[in-house]
Structures are given as structure tokens and as C-alpha cells.
């Protein structure tokens, strides 16, 4: 038996740490990437959070039996808080290179470019600009579209890492059909995670322009905490409050009757419907809506109807799953207040029991004399 507990202990541990060198391999990965652009080394002490992940892996063994915090998990964390910064350098470096040739031409903001394609098109607006500028601004938009290369390549298998990470690694407190509901869950935000920011930094108005650029790539970034985050995984038949036994099967016990809606509607499926509006589809759809009405970029309409379709739904859901918790405490309370059922003494059950077999015997008898 103990035998077996030990093969099991170092097949988790092995995998947990096959999933944090991926994490640390992919990151390092990028974090080369900045330094070779931008030739300086001082990016290189990203690479701290190699010891941080390191100490992370010791600590979630020591104290997680099952290789995998049940709320959070901190391995994606560090690896989120080591690649992300990477990427924002990529797209930085790339925005400066598009506000250098604009510069250069003396274009305007909506002459903006987001592809190789458009650098002749853009010197031919004004001949008088074809100078000895011409040599440097091909220069600069072959550097952009290089690091835009490696950005979006980044992006991209950072979403595939995040698939294969959570695939590969210690399942945590999931089953095996949480689990596949996880991964199809993760398929399908990271789809529309990438379809976001690549679709989005293709606009002009959005590509030289600093207040929508950063703030899509913050509500990027802010979309992509949700692979922190364990109560996004799947929706649980059971309720996921510890305690007593009692308080596990009424989730509003431990509040002491408070009628809050965060506090009593505890059930995992709430929450993860609610992580998902506040941190991707709500966001999301707000900005799309902005891009539609206030820049009148047409071609985001699809994604604008599809996000407000998905929220639309999700709220609706949010509002069934809170009916359903509603009725079940109302019918636990209404057989909380049925009158109990008392259980005699055991002297009295068997002085009732005696009383019983001297009234069949009797009758056995009385049975007897009549038949003679």
C-alpha cells in the first residue's frame, strides 16, 4: 500500500513539474525574443520568475495532496505575470514603429499601418516624401512586422500551452468529466480571446492610437486571468462551501440568513457564469460596441452580436440557476419546520413489543380451544 501511494505521489509531482517547465520554457522563450529586439538585457531579469515557480512547485506539494490548488492556481499566475509583460514590449515596439512612419510621411492617424501591403499605397499619397526617409521607413515596417510576427506567435501558443498545462497537469479536485468540460471550456475562450486582440489591433484607429491600443491589451490581459482562476472550470452538482455537514447542505447557513445574493447563491455554476460575463464577455462586448458606434468599424459587427448574444445568455442563466437555489431552500425550509418524529425509549419499545407477542399468544390459544 505504501508502495503504491509512493509511485502515485511521484507521478503527480512529475507531472506538476513537466507542466511548470513548459510554463517556464514558453516564457524564457519570450523573454528572449525582447531582449534580441530591443537589445537590452535588463529584460532579462524576468527570469526571476524561474525561482518564484521553483518555490511555487515546493509549496504546492508540501501542502496540496492532490498536486493542484482548488481556488487558484498559482503556477498559471506566474506564468501570466512572466509572458504578458513580453508581449505588451512586442506590441509597444510595433506601435512605435508604425507612429515612426507616420511621422516620417507626414500621414495621419488613419492612414495608419498594419501591414506590409500598405507601405506603397502610403508612399504614394504624397511624392514629395519618397526621400532618402524612404530606406529607413521600410526599414522600420520590416522590424514592425517582425515583431508583430513573433507577438501574435506568442499569443497564440500561449493559448495552446494554457490547453496542454491544464491537460498534462495534476487534475487537482476535478474528475474526469470536469475535466473534459474544462478543456472544451478553454478551447472556446482561448478561440475568442485571440479572435479579440487580433482582430482588434488591425484597425487603424486603434493601432496608432494610445488610449485604444492599451486598453486592449488590458482587457486582454484581464480576459486571460480567468485561467487562474479553479471555480471557472466546470459547474458542480455539489456545493463547494466546507464545513460541517450541515452547513454543506444549506450554503446560506455559515452567512446566518442573510439573503445577499454573492454570499447565499453559492453554487459553482453562478460563479463561474459570473467570472465569465465580468472578465471576458462583458468587457469584450463593451468595447466591440464602442468600436461599432463610436468609430463606426463595421467589420466588428459579427463579434459585437455574438458577444452580446453570449451575455444576453449567460445573464438569463445566471437568473434560472437562481431560481432553481431559491425553490430548494424554500423546500428545505418548509421540511425543516414539519413536525419531527419521535423515537420511543428502548424500555418502552420493548415493554410494547412484550405486550404485543402476549396478546398474538393468546390468541393462539384462545385459537387452539375453539378448534377442540
Known amino acids: 500500500m505504501s508502495c503504491t501511494r509512493g509511485v502515485l505521489a511521484t507521478l503527480l509531482a512529475s507531472k506538476a513539474l513537466l507542466v511548470r517547465l513548459v510554463y517556464a520554457v514558453h516564457a524564457s522563450v519570450g523573454v528572449l525574443i525582447v531582449v534580441l529586439f530591443t537589445e537590452n538585457l535588463y529584460y532579462a531579469l524576468f527570469q526571476i520568475f524561474a525561482i518564484l515557480s521553483l518555490v511555487e512547485y515546493i509549496v504546492t506539494l508540501k501542502k496540496s495532496r492532490k498536486g493542484e490548488w482548488k481556488w487558484l492556481l498559482p503556477s498559471v499566475a506566474i506564468y501570466i505575470a512572466w509572458l504578458i509583460p513580453q508581449i505588451f514590449i512586442l506590441e509597444l515596439i510595433a506601435k512605435d514603429k508604425r507612429m515612426t512612419i507616420l511621422r516620417n510621411l507626414n500621414a495621419s492617424s488613419d492612414q495608419c499601418?498594419?501591414?506590409?501591403?500598405?507601405?506603397?499605397?502610403?508612399?504614394?499619397?504624397?511624392?514629395?516624401?519618397?526621400?532618402?526617409?524612404?530606406?529607413?521607413?521600410?526599414?522600420?515596417?520590416?522590424?514592425?512586422?517582425?515583431?508583430?510576427?513573433?507577438?501574435?506567435?506568442?499569443?497564440?501558443t500561449m493559448m495552446v500551452v494554457f490547453i496542454a498545462g491544464r491537460w498534462l497537469g495534476p487534475k487537482g479536485s476535478l474528475t474526469r468529466e470536469q475535466l473534459s468540460q474544462l478543456l472544451l471550456a478553454y478551447v472556446g475562450m482561448a478561440a475568442d480571446?485571440?479572435?479579440?486582440?487580433?482582430?482588434?489591433?488591425?484597425?487603424?484607429?486603434?493601432?496608432?492610437?494610445?488610449?485604444?491600443?492599451?486598453?486592449?491589451l488590458i482587457i486582454w490581459s484581464w480576459s486571460i486571468l480567468q485561467y487562474t482562476l479553479g471555480l471557472t472550470a466546470t459547474k458542480q452538482k455539489k456545493t463547494r462551501v466546507s464545513g460541517t455537514a450541515e452547513s454543506q447542505q444549506d450554503p446560506c447557513s455559515m452567512v446566518h440568513g442573510c439573503r445577499s445574493f454573492l454570499l447565499c447563491c453559492c453554487g459553482g455554476e453562478i460563479w463561474a457564469l459570473l467570472v465569465s460575463v465580468i472578465m471576458q464577455d462583458g468587457p469584450y462586448l463593451a468595447f466591440r460596441l464602442y468600436l461599432l458606434f463610436g468609430l463606426h468599424e463595421f467589420g466588428q459587427i459579427f463579434f459585437t452580436v455574438k458577444n452580446g448574444i453570449l451575455f444576453c445568455l449567460q445573464i438569463y442563466r445566471i437568473f434560472v440557476v437562481i431560481g432553481v437555489i431559491s425553490k430548494e431552500k424554500k423546500s428545505r425550509e418548509s421540511m425543516q419546520h414539519d413536525p419531527p418524529y419521535e423515537i420511543a425509549p428502548p424500555d418502552e419499545i420493548k415493554r410494547k413489543l412484550s405486550s404485543v407477542a402476549s396478546i398474538a399468544s393468546s390468541a393462539d390459544v384462545g385459537d387452539q380451544g375453539s378448534a377442540l
Open 113 to 156: 499601418l498594419t501591414s506590409i501591403a500598405d507601405v506603397s499605397d502610403l508612399l504614394n499619397l504624397d511624392t514629395s516624401n519618397v526621400t532618402s526617409a524612404f530606406g529607413k521607413d521600410l526599414e522600420h515596417k520590416g522590424v514592425h512586422d517582425r515583431v508583430r510576427q513573433f507577438s501574435v506567435l506568442l499569443q497564440q
Open 193 to 216: 480571446m485571440l479572435e479579440f486582440i487580433t482582430e482588434t489591433l488591425k484597425i487603424p484607429d486603434v493601432a496608432c492610437n494610445d488610449l485604444l491600443f492599451f486598453m486592449t
